[in-house]
């Protein structure tokens, strides 16, 4: 099977974007990661939209054969894909599986979410529809609330600070701070988030990520047509594992084991470990999961993925730099955009053009979760074929 | 690549289900499938899931995960895929596309939708989201709007007559008057359609399908898993191809270009021809598509597919049997589920035991469209991997 690469990435400014539509802003996105490959629409054979809940949003569905329409390339098969928060992950894995059949030899992928339109109380209902709408959401429990649930639990067993949650927000808020694409450019302190207001507890409002518009794209091309860019960066694998949707229906709480597993898996097709890893993006939309993330990824033992962030190994100097743009919680979180988001922000730190940029950096990780953990994509990319 | 086949098919009983939940119809056409195929749930390595609208019809999304959760498969990798009303049949492609990848030995595929909880006015707007909402939908023109528009251009144009649109009513739910598993088991007479409500102009109730909650499932394995299989029925293309949302943003609204252009790519990918085909699934949501579907599968010229229905090519005992279980007029259409059923009735006529079996028949094609046809996408199933 052919081997798959990243030739172009795009990103709109992600944030409340209330004079521009989906569709716009999908165009926007695809049309940088053209651009940024250099090439024009129709290198473009097949195209893969990641989308959660467009229908709830703005009353759209059929993603896919709309976003094709408006970027002039009406003929090309396409298709939404859908997994929640990771639905831009399982869209770009889909793509990824889409070039190694053979079927093409260009996929794009738009990763996109509108969801400003509505009131925030609907937001957090449309939300919820990640979860177990019959056993979780209709009782009550919104995403804060399960992810509330998860830190307690943490804290309780392995004795996870509170101030180690706050250092996740102050970390990647401090990455963002320069980033042109990211709804928040403000930095926080510890006594901001640990001040801040309470939302579910122990999770405070600067523990959590916002409610954003944004879109993000990726060029994916066959090792063949890879040969023709200038600085392809090579996917090395791109693995999915899943659990129970519900969090009552887990084997554990403390530890996200969709995450342990398509890590693994993605350890293994790529012949590599962590220790290889020179730059990671983690799913932070609450800070809880930034700590839960660095333990599935293994850079952490676990239960001691609290004291890895007190630590300062996630910071740009640290020996893991995390979420060098800012992570969900300073990017924003449109869920369907965020997993190509991740990858786009990867690529750019293996080419070497990346804001906060880490010098060397040669081997990068992105974890995309989807609910409360029953999605998880992780990929690992290389700017080597042959690592 | 390997090559694909299809070794177990299920279906769950189309109609009002108002007693049983989304994930209680998924999870009985999967076990179906699987009983079907004479294996368990573990040989299962990935899971496909078509659905067009959960979101908005029951607010649920995160369907991959919910339905491999409920199926006990809790850790398999789960997509959902959306393409409106050929949902069913971009997940099934997507399962072809990973089995190629060498991804996965063993995919499975469901189709569901859950249609029925909303009142029909909430319905309707459900289904105009798989239009253009902002030039479409907003404007008030809902799927029978959009497809009346389709039959008048098409009877001004080619002359295609009233009565050759009922007909197609008439031959499809005589099909289906024997079929378990469809909404509907009632004949019509040519004047029951001519004389039924005036829906839009010239379409009327009995050209129109259904509201229905029903699901499909298909089990999908690679060539050297199939050999362990009694009857393997092999897809020997899939093909899709798209076309502008809108429909005034259209080259034709006379003929499905997107239709015509699947079926030239699956023609080609199988190496056959119209003239091979022994039994057709084509889309008759509304009457007139089965015709403009005719004539884009290349069964009849443009313009003559009128004509071809009149003929009684289409009927059981005609030169090409199509919609021989009922079509999503008798069978009703829930819309995620209908690419799939498609499948599963052609596999079922491969194998010789369908309801309404055509005596010998080898080879099957299906036509599953997106809205007013801008998703396509055309399968070519045979009994044997080389004819």
Redesign the interface.
Known sequence: ?TNVAVVGVGLTKFGELWEQ?LRDIAVKAALAALADAKVNNDIVQSLYVGN??A??F?????????I??SLGI???????????CASGS?AL??AY??I????SDAALVVGVEKMTDLQTDEVV??LA??????WE?DIGLTFAGLYALMARAHMHKFGTTREQLALVSVNNHSNGKNNPHAQFNMEVSLEDVLNSSLVADPLRLLDCSPITDGAAAVLLVSESLARRFEQPIWILASE???????LH?RKSIVEM??AK?AAKKAYEKSGLGPNKIDVTEVHDCFSINEIISLEALGFAELGRGGKFVESGAITLTGELPTNTTGGLKANGHPVGATGVRQVCDITKQLRGDSINQINGAKIGINLNV??SG??AVVNILSNELVV
């Open positions: 099977m539509s959660m809940s229908g709830r703005i009353g759209q569905e059929h993603l896919g054969a709309l094709g329409d009406p003929n090309v098969p396409a298709v939404r894909c859908e997994a929640a399982v894995r889909s599986l889409d190694k059949s053979g079927n209902m449309t529809a990640a979860g177990d709408q019959e959401a999915q594992a899943n659990d129970a949707v519900a229906d084991l969709s597993m989807g609910g029953a999605t």
